[in-house]
């Protein structure tokens, strides 16, 4: 059964630091991650897909890469913003099936 | 039309009512998911419907029902309810029902129960 853990479980920093979330999983025979944000009350809003043979995908301030041998991913948020606070979810996608595993989040606080 | 609607976004029923959720999507999307959310928890699959079809139904107590009457509608049926059932309930949908998707949820329907 695949396990996914998000660390660290919350998050504060200042405006403007750089940073990293980090996602692990048990199953290495992923067929894709993808990396979502939730606001408070709110539903999921997609941030990155990255398909089991890719290493990276970047969009804007985001990049998000994949080691799928050590069971890792990784988010990085550059410039973080005020506006970037909210919780962070990874969810990994199996290889037949749709039963999309999410870890418990990180929450992000971004301090003006 | 790149997204998924959820109505209501606000409901409050007795453990007598009989109420439903409404999700719809105009993507052309052939899965169709619910999710139970629990405050501070990450979302929990309930069911998918893939062309229509209920195809997973992950051990849901029978006083969740839910229906797909066509490839854009989506509903979850709730009757005799518990408290415990409060959460947000969030539907979501993908191009087919296989891992290879990117799913976009819906906003969510907050659910409580007295």
Known sequence: ?112 | DTEVTQTPKHLVMGMTNKKSLKCEQHMGHRAMYWYKQKAKKPPELMFVYSYEKLSINESVPSRFSPECPNSSLLNLHLHALQPEDSALYLCASSRRGSGANVLTFGAGSRLTVL
Do not use: H, M
């Open chain 1, 1 to 112: 059964k695949q396990e996914v853990t998000q660390i660290p479980a919350a998050l504060s920093v200042p405006e403007g630091e750089n940073l990293v979330l980090n996602c692990s999983f048990t199953d290495s025979a992923i067929y894709n991650l993808q990396w979502f944000r939730q606001d408070p009350g709110k539903g999921l809003t997609s941030l990155l897909l990255i398909q089991s043979s890719q290493r990276e995908q970047t969009s804007g301030r985001l990049n998000a890469s994949l080691d799928k041998s050590s069971g890792r991913s990784t988010l990085y948020i550059a410039a973080s913003q005020p506006g970037d606070s909210a919780t962070y979810l990874c969810g990994v996608g199996p290889r037949s099936g749709s039963r999309l595993t999410f870890g418990e989040g990180t929450q992000l606080t971004v301090n003006p």
